[in-house]
């Protein structure tokens, strides 16, 4: 195992991501326990040290099944993280209430790293309102030990993570990002390593195969990585691009069987970085990924100077891509939660206005009507 020092502490470069535990009958909220001991046990005998968690994941139960097994191990031998789940504005106002919870849920004493969640559009507002106290009551903990690492996750833009770091960059010690070769450009993961690093954060990374989707490439693409490593497996190639980026220090992996936990932990068993030839020849393939279904705007803005409705027909085109890309996913919905009404897809009218000045001749109108029939 490949390990990346941290502050004072050595961490194993991937660690062990429980949002995407094995499950019975296909029930996310019913965790196969016995399947996830025996993954934890390979992972703790293979020199796996991190283990992330957090209170959403598989319905809540996520934190429980993975207090009860790593309390059967040494406290000094793994180092556990959880997160504060701003991802629902309910619980704001209950930061106390809910690390308490996890405590207890978890089985421990302290987190080893804790992270105000999912820092994005739809609720950047309420954890930068100090009226909330979560700032203050995670600065705390961290005084008084229970917290020894305290951080921030983000699937917001580049420009919500500035205003995030502005105004707490000082105290964070990491970030967690959705990092992988195909979201390098599609979301602008170059940008938000290159602020992070502005920011001297470290990077956590998260998505590194994008939900399995690097895992499974077309006989064509996989053929163009096979001539360049021809004994390096599709999905190591993903993990290879990490490990090509200085910035990145632990990257999670949300593994759902032991044979993929064995597969990950084999590649990480070696440092072995990507060439310039190689790394060209990944864009490649993420440009072909893409190809046929991202429409191709450039953000150039002649589209909302004509825009009866005043929409910023860019960033909804930004989550049209993304949303059509990942077949669904949370992310679209999530920022479009911080629109008003009157911005969203919906607001469209379908005047074709913006289409008769957009230099890719893109069909703009039938994008927005598109993306909310997917939005349901």
């Known amino acids: 195992m490949i390990y990346i020092n941290f502050e004072d502490i050595r961490l194993s ?35 796996i040290n ?16 993975m207090g009860k097994i790593l309390s059967k191990y040494d406290r000094g031998s793994f180092y556990l993280a959880s997160k504060f789940p701003g991802y629902d504005l309910s619980n704001m106002g209950k930061v106390k209430e809910i690390f308490e919870k996890q405590l207890q849920k978890c089985r421990v004493e302290y987190f080893d790293f804790y992270l105000f969640h999912n820092v994005c559009e739809m609720n950047i507002d309420a954890y ?48 967690q990002i959705q990092l992988n ?13 290159e602020l992070l690093r502005e920011n001297n954060i470290p990077v956590w990374v998260m998505e590194p195969v994008r939900g399995g989707r690097l895992a499974n490439l077309t006989e064509e693409q996989s053929a163009k990585l096979q001539a360049l490593r021809p004994d390096e497996k599709t999905v ?45 020849a990944l864009k490649e393939v993420a440009d072909d990924m893409r190809k046929g279904i991202v429409l191709p705007c450039t953000a150039c803005r002649y589209c909302t100077t004509h825009c009866p ?11 049209y891509n993304e949303h059509h890309f990942s077949g669904g996913g949370f992310i ?8 008003a009404d ?27 009507a598109d993306f909310c029939r997917m939005l349901g």
Not at 50 to 65: C, F, I, L, R
Not at 249 to 272: H, P, R, W, Y
Request: charged fraction near 25%; aromatic fraction near 10%.
């Open 332 to 339: 679209a919905p999530m920022a479009l939660m911080a629109y």
């Open 181 to 193: 070769y195909l979201d390098w450009e599609f979301q602008d993961a170059k940008g938000k390593v």
């Open 342 to 368: 009157d911005k969203k897809p919906t607001a469209c009218i379908g005047c074709r206005s913006c289409e008769a000045v957009c230099p890719q001749q893109i069909k703009i109108s039938e994008a927005m």
């Open 50 to 65: 991190y283990y992330d968690t957090a209170w959403g994941y598989h319905s809540g139960n996520s934190e429980t099944v």
């Open 128 to 175: 930068l309102d100090e009226k909330y106290g979560i700032y203050d009551y995670l600065m705390e903990q961290k005084r008084n030990g229970r917290i020894k690492h305290l951080g921030f996750s983000a699937h917001g833009s580049r420009e919500v993570m500035k205003k995030f770091l502005d105004k707490y960059g000082s105290d964070m010690e990491f970030c």
């Open 309 to 319: 409705k005043g929409l910023d027909i860019p960033s909804l085109l930004s989550l």
């Open 236 to 280: 190591a190639w993903a993990f290879r691009f990490l490990q090509t980026i200085p910035d990145v220090t632990v990257i999670l992996s949300g593994m759902s069987d032991l044979n993929q936990l064995k597969d990950n932990i084999a590649t990480f068993e070696e440092d072995k970085p990507l060439g310039d030839e190689e790394l060209k």
């Open 13 to 47: 470069a991937l660690g062990m991501g429980a949002m995407r535990l094995p499950v019975i009958n296909g029930d996310d909220a019913v965790i196969d326990e016995k399947a996830t001991e025996e993954m934890v046990e390979y992972a703790m005998s293979h020199g």
